[in-house]
């Protein structure tokens, strides 16, 4: 596969796709389409997504209690440590501790930490293609060299592990693991996930584990943390309330040390983490003083609802992506909120790449899809399904008419037509 080699962010290529699009009104001021964005992880632009009740009052309280208006310590509060680490411990064979837990601004703090804890001369790290791209900024300004392993659709995106021993060398310091899979709506298996854990285990590396989806799967395959296998390997696990908790803006989430071996319990490494954390800025004090509140009491019909309706709206997506020959999908979604989908150029009169491919159709359809490129593939697309059914339905619609419009002649069929 191909790695765009870009270090473009999403949000930067999704400004210039937006940037791109010249609404069209009618002769009263209406506007003739309205913009539909599958390119954004963001559910809450969708009214079907709503964050609960719970969520809401906790925040309420605690911002009206007048209590949580000061500092809190830089590694969090010590009873939102607390509740995470008990959170985390229901899916694991042993318990976390406070001390496991520190609190970050956003999963996206939490990969900083955890790749400039890892950095030291000639270190390099092991990152997924397709993948999240901030994970490749964030070690370019730690100097992390960073080293590409293959997905495999063909294997339902499962890792590569053959590239993974081969890609390994004594300066090796971590493998990144996104389960539930951004970008590609995967959930690894039990036994892939040991495979992995036994994997680093003889490269002698740890492995950071990206659970910003997790729980989010609605697939045959349960959601499994990688923390599971913590006494095989040291994990670093990453998360947040973000996705599943529907509050992304909210900025609450979390680097811990889910490794019951106690590789990480030597007081120099902790102290490094605590001094760290100390030149960081966290999330607000009272969103932190909330989140015990929200963990413990949330609903489990909550979390049913979101993952019906990504089930349906990932379904929708997967049906019209086989209407429409230019792209394809292998691989049904079963997890997090979006989808890898492979375009085929040679159906194309006037397409040059996916870029080109997106920036046309925002132009002239007004629907907003994320260039593969920006994750590390060329000439795919990740379309994002969280969203309302009749959005995606009327955006798909719109991709089919700028397939006719662009296909070439001996690709369309009297189907098409």
């Not at 030291?120 to 370019?140: D, Q, S, V, W």
């Amino acid at each position: 596969m191909e790695n765009g080699g870009s270090t473009i962010t999403i949000k930067g290529i999704l400004s210039l796709l937006m940037e791109s699009i010249s609404e069209l009104e009618d002769e009263e001021g209406r506007f003739v389409k309205r913009t539909i964005s599958l390119g954004m992880g963001d559910p809450t632009l969708y009214s079907c997504f709503r964050t609960t009740q719970v969520s809401l009052q906790a925040v309420s309280d605690s911002l009206l209690s007048n209590k949580f208006h000061g500092y809190a310590p830089t590694v969090g509060l010590p009873q939102t440590r607390r509740a995470i680490a008990e959170y985390l411990s229901r899916d694991l064979p042993y318990k976390l501790s406070q001390d496991d837990v520190f609190i970050t601004s956003g999963c996206t703090q939490a990969i900083d930490v955890a790749l400039a804890m890892l950095a030291r001369p000639r270190a390099n790290i092991l990152l997924p293609r397709p993948g999240f791209p901030i994970y490749e900024l964030c070690a370019k300004f730690r100097h992390l060299e960073v080293r590409y392993f293959d997905l495999l659709p063909e294997n339902g995106w499962e890792i590569d592990l053959e590239a993974v021993e081969s890609l390994a060398d004594e300066n090796t310091v971590a493998l990144v693991v996104i389960n539930p899979g951004n970008p590609c709506g995967n959930v690894y298996s039990y036994q892939h996930l040991k495979k992995i854990a036994e994997t680093a285990k003889k490269l002698g590396i740890l492995v950071i584990a990206d659970e910003v989806y997790g729980h989010l799967a609605f697939g045959s395959k349960p959601f499994v943390p990688m923390g599971v296998f913590g006494s095989i390997v040291p994990v670093l696990t990453l998360g947040s309330l973000s996705k599943r908790w529907i509050v992304p803006g909210w900025r609450l989430g979390w680097f811990v040390t889910t490794d019951p071996s106690g590789s990480f319990k030597d007081p120099k490494i902790i102290e490094r983490f605590k001094k760290y954390f100390d030149i960081l800025g966290g999330p607000a004090t009272f969103i932190q003083a909330a989140v015990p509140t929200i963990l413990e009491q949330t609903d489990e019909s909550f979390f049913k609802k979101t993952l019906n309706l990504l089930k349906n709206s990932s379904n929708i997506c997967y049906d019209w992506i086989n209407e429409i020959p230019c792209i394809d999908s292998s691989h049904r979604p079963e997890g997090s909120m979006a989808m890898m989908v492979k375009l085929n150029l040679s159906l194309l009169e006037d397409i040059s790449d996916d870029i080109d491919f997106c920036f046309k159709l925002a132009r002239e359809e007004s629907v907003i899809l994320l260039p593969g490129t920006a994750v590390g593939l060329k000439n795919w697309l990740r379309i994002t399904f969280a969203a309302d059914a009749s959005s995606i339905q009327e955006a798909f619609k719109r991709i089919k008419c700028f397939y006719l419009r662009h296909a070439k002649a001996q690709s369309q069929t009297i189907d098409d037509l």
